[in-house]
C-alpha cells in the first residue's frame, strides 16, 4: 500500500524527509520528525520508530520510489534496512526554517548544559551557569552542527572555550587500591594519568585517593584491572569534584 493513500494521511502531517545525494542521484526516507535526532544521538534504537516506511524514496513528496538498480550502484546492496540507517547517517534532515531555527536553539542550549555540568572554573572549582557558557559560545561564533550529537559538540566547545577562559572537564574523585607486589610498578604507570593524589596509605596494599580527568577514567580502570588479574579494584568517590555555588565573570 502506498504511504500516500487517503487512509494513510494523517500519518504523513508529522512526516520528515531524510535525504542524501549518491551516485548522482537523490534517495530520501519518510521519518517521524520528533525521532530523527534522537536516533542520531542514540535515545531511539527502534528503527521501526523513526521510519513512517521503510521504502526508499527519490521524491518523498510525489511517492516516487527508488528503483532496485539505482539503490544497487548507489549503495552496494538493496537491503532497504541497511540503506535506510547509512540515509539517516549521512542525509541532511529536510525541515523549514522556522523549524530549523527552533531546533540549533534547542541544540545549542543542550550543549551548554552539558559543558555546564562536566565544567569548573579551574581556580576556584566552581561550576559555571549554563547562560554563562551559552554567552561564552555565542562569544567565539560557535555554530551548532545538526549531524552531530550534542554530547560530541559539548566536548569540541570544551576545547575552543579553553583558548578564551578558565575552564576544564571537573575531575572525578576515586579511590584505588593496588596489590603490594604491583604497586611501585602500578603507580609509576598511573602517575601520568593522575591530576592530583590527595592521600596514599600503604599497609598490606596500596591506597591511593586522587582526582582524574574523566577522559582518563578508562584507561586507569583497564589499567588496574589488565595489570592487577583483578586483584585491585577502583571506586568512583565523586563524579565531580566541584565547590558550592556557581562561577560568575
Not at 586522587?210 to 577522559?215: E, H, Y
Request: hydrophobic share 35%; charged share 35%.
Amino acid at each position: 500500500m502506498s504511504i500516500f493513500t487517503p487512509t494513510n494521511q494523517i500519518r504523513l502531517t508529522n512526516v520528515a524527509v531524510v535525504r542524501v545525494k549518491k551516485a548522482g542521484k537523490r534517495f530520501e526516507i519518510a521519518c517521524y520528525k520528533n525521532k530523527v535526532m534522537s536516533w542520531r544521538s542514540g535515545a531511539e534504537k527502534d528503527l521501526d520508530e523513526v521510519l513512517q516506511t521503510s521504502s526508499v524514496f527519490v521524491n518523498v513528496s510525489k511517492g516516487q520510489v527508488a528503483k532496485k538498480d539505482d539503490l544497487n550502484k548507489a549503495f552496494g546492496t538493496d537491503d532497504l534496512t541497511e540503506i535506510c540507517k547509512q540515509i539517516l547517517a549521512k542525509g541532511e534532515l529536510q525541515v523549514s526554517d522556522k523549524e530549523r531555527h527552533s531546533q540549533l536553539e534547542t541544540m545549542f542550549r543542550d550543549i551548554a548544559t552539558i559543558v555546564a555540568e562536566k565544567c569548573v572554573n579551574p581556580e576556584t572549582k566552581r561550576p559555571y551557569t549554563v547562560n554563562l557558557i551559552e554567552r561564552a559560545m555565542k562569544d567565539i561564533h560557535y555554530s551548532v552542527k545538526t549531524g552531530k550529537s550534542t554530547k560530541q559538540q559539548a566536548l569540541e566547545v570544551i576545547r575552543q572555550l579553553k583558548e578564551s577562559m578558565e575552564i576544564q572537564r571537573a575531575h572525578m574523585r576515586l579511590r584505588l587500591v593496588l596489590p603490594a607486589k604491583e604497586a611501585k610498578r602500578l603507580k609509576e604507570k598511573l602517575k601520568p594519568l593522575l591530576q592530583v593524589v590527595e592521600s596514599e596509605d600503604f599497609d598490606e596494599e596500596l591506597e591511593l585517593v586522587c582526582l582524574v580527568d574523566p577522559g582518563c577514567f578508562r584507561e586507569i580502570d583497564e589499567l588496574i584491572r589488565c595489570e592487577t588479574k583483578g586483584r585491585g579494584s577502583l571506586e568512583v568517590l565523586s563524579l565531580k569534584d566541584v565547590e558550592e555555588g556557581d562561577e560568575k565573570l
